[in-house]
């Protein structure tokens, strides 16, 4: 089968940082999406379980398909010095079904591979991909959600700016629903 992907993905943005490189994902990240996605300190404030090789799979052409519909999407994230893969950044649609509906707001998330963690990598990529989608989409509004008991992804949302907007549940699990920028005073 013919190698299509350079060609579809050219116009998925890269951004750089000192360390990092914010760039699509091509089909040879799998293996390393799939660790990160069955590492117990990545799923277990995600889903709770690890994903299943066929979840892997379908989140990374999720992925690739929000750029192509949506303008923006996932980056995977690598480290400069070493093309090391450390973890995936970006926004997302999620339509979730969740109470407040988070549905038309772009919903940025971040996750590391553990061995990452504790190198202001996370902060590093995450800025990185809010000024890319501020200079890109400058008066959308933003949203993320963090499990509760997620102490450093909960003091990241702060420190990006994101302000704590309400609480809620999201398969049982309890979450802080975050907005970037504030919404105004009603």
């Not at 300190?41 to 949506?70: D, I, N, Q």
């Not at 690598?78 to 969740?98: C, D, I, L, N, T």
């Amino acid at each position: 089968m013919p190698d299509r992907t350079s060609s579809n993905l050219a116009n998925i943005p890269a951004v750089e940082t000192p360390r990092l490189r914010l760039r699509p994902h091509r089909p040879d990240d799998f293996d390393n999406s799939f660790a990160l996605w069955t590492a117990p300190g990545v799923f277990r404030y995600v889903s709770g379980k690890p994903s299943t090789r066929e979840e892997v799979w379908a989140r990374m052409l999720r992925y690739t398909g929000h750029w192509l519909w949506m303008g923006y999407g996932f980056w995977a994230v690598e480290e400069k010095s070493s093309g090391a893969f450390v973890g995936e950044v970006g926004y997302a649609e999620q339509r979730r079904e969740m109470k407040p509906s988070l549905t038309g707001m772009p919903e940025m998330g971040w996750v590391l591979l553990p061995n990452f963690h504790g190198r202001g990598y996370g902060l590093e990529a995450v800025q990185a991909a809010q000024n890319w989608f501020a200079t890109t989409f400058p008066s959308a509004r933003t949203c993320c959600i963090v499990d509760c008991r997620n102490i450093p992804s909960l003091r990241l949302a702060d420190k990006i700016g994101f302000r704590e907007w309400q609480r809620s549940y999201y398969y049982g699990d309890p979450i802080v629903v975050y907005i970037h920028p504030e919404p105004p005073p009603q």
